[in-house]
Nanobody, 117 residues
Framework: QVQLVESGGGLVQAGGSLTLSCAASRWIGRINVMGWYRQPPGKQRELVATIASDGSTNYADSITDRFTISRDNIKNTVYLQMNSLKPEDTAVYYC???????????WGQGTQVTVSS
């Protein structure tokens, strides 16, 4: 079973910062898109940001200019730098990887981010 291992979540005061990371537990193939999604309490999962193999990025409107997604292709790792955090950013954050060719998709286990006011 493929595993994406996430880390970096925690509790932070509003206005603070956190950086999430997610790495594949083993080689899984050539990766196309890597991204982050989140699920606030009582809400459905939503897009946060994605980054493609060419470096192009896509961000949700709610976090534009506060979060930055990046990737390390050697380590198959994706990062999410989160600045100016707000209470509404509180959610379980999930990383996502989609492979080239097969379009197989994999999800991380989720990491909790809690932002206090």
């Amino acid at each position: 079973q493929v595993q994406l291992v996430e880390s970096g979540g925690g509790l932070v005061q509003a206005g603070g910062s956190l950086t999430l990371s997610c790495a594949a537990s083993r080689w899984i193939g050539r990766i196309n898109v890597m991204g982050w999604y989140r699920q606030p309490p009582g809400k459905q999962r939503e897009l946060v940001a994605t980054i493609a193999s060419d470096g192009s990025t896509n961000y949700a409107d709610s976090i534009t200019d506060r979060f930055t997604i990046s990737r390390d292709n050697i380590k198959n790792t994706v990062y999410l730098q989160m600045n100016s955090l707000k209470p509404e950013d509180t959610a379980v954050y999930y990383c996502n990887v989609r492979l080239r060719y097969s379009q197989n998709e994999f999800w991380g286990q989720g990491t909790q981010v809690t932002v206090s006011s």
